[in-house]
């Protein structure tokens, strides 16, 4: 059985550990990086770095290699890579799994404001706020290029690229975060607004609770939906009972 997971995530990194673990004879596991961070943590299995082309792309490359099953463990805001493989899997014939870690859920103290795109976010800022600690990554910072009344804390893994916001200070880093630290940073640089998308998961929710502490309004990026008709699972462990499951039904 041949599984390609289109990876990127701590989700997707762990599901290629369970199945390297599970030792099925005949197994072969190879995971697709989109090639947009320096230096990524490397799941186990054999790996591939770069684009398909397109949905047209990817079923010709499930076609070749023979894939049986294809798990789409991207990040929640790859509305690109989601479609594709989608109309990819529809095409090839191929079983489709999306393994999506849950949004976050605000709870009482939070002071949220959702926001439909970072456009949609860029214009809600100059009313909460004049110093941003920007979460979104490197990508996207367009959005916020014109705001040159506001400063911006902007964090991601790589230094972002032009165009960006005028008023603007970087912090290299990668998560998890710690609250004490992300308590620390606020604090540091004054930041009276957070902007994030809802990624969810554990790594980087320290934020929103120490803007809750701090009393910090959050503009939250809400996540695109996952294309019609693909299932759709929020722990590795159920995309590997799946696939198992599609291995029988192929035996």
């Known amino acids: 059985m041949h599984v390609l997971i289109l990876g990127g995530t701590t989700e997707a990194r762990r599901l290629a550990e369970l199945l390297a673990a599970d030792a099925v004879p005949g197994l072969r596991v190879t995971t697709s990086l989109a090639g947009r961070v320096a230096a990524p943590r490397l799941p186990p299995g054999e790996v591939r770095v770069g684009g398909f082309g397109g949905a047209e792309g990817l079923a010709a490359w499930l076609g070749e290699r023979r894939v049986d099953a294809l798990v789409d463990a991207t990040h929640p805001f790859a509305s690109v890579i989601g479609r594709n493989a989608a109309r990819a899997a529809a095409d090839a014939r191929v079983p489709l799994l999306a393994l999506r870690r849950p949004g976050w ?74 609250l004490a630290g992300e308590r620390e940073l606020l604090r540091r640089h004054r930041v009276d607004v957070v902007v994030t998308k809802d990624s969810g998961g554990a790594a980087t929710a320290p934020k929103l609770t120490a803007a809750r502490a701090a009393g910090l309004p959050v503009v939250v990026v809400r996540r695109p939906p996952v294309p019609a008709g693909v299932r759709v699972v929020a722990e590795p462990e159920q995309a590997l009972e799946w696939l198992r499951g599609t291995e029988r039904r192929r035996g």
């Open 105 to 178: 859920v605000p709870v009482a103290g939070d002071v949220w404001h959702e926001a439909g795109s970072l456009a949609e976010a860029a214009g809600l800022l100059p009313s909460l706020g004049r110093r941003v600690f920007l979460t979104t990554g490197r990508l996207g910072l367009a959005a916020f290029a014109d705001l040159d009344d506001l400063w911006f804390l902007v964090r991601s893994v790589d230094p972002p690229e032009a165009p960006v916001p005028s008023r603007m200070e970087v912090v290299l880093d990668r998560g998890p975060f710690t």
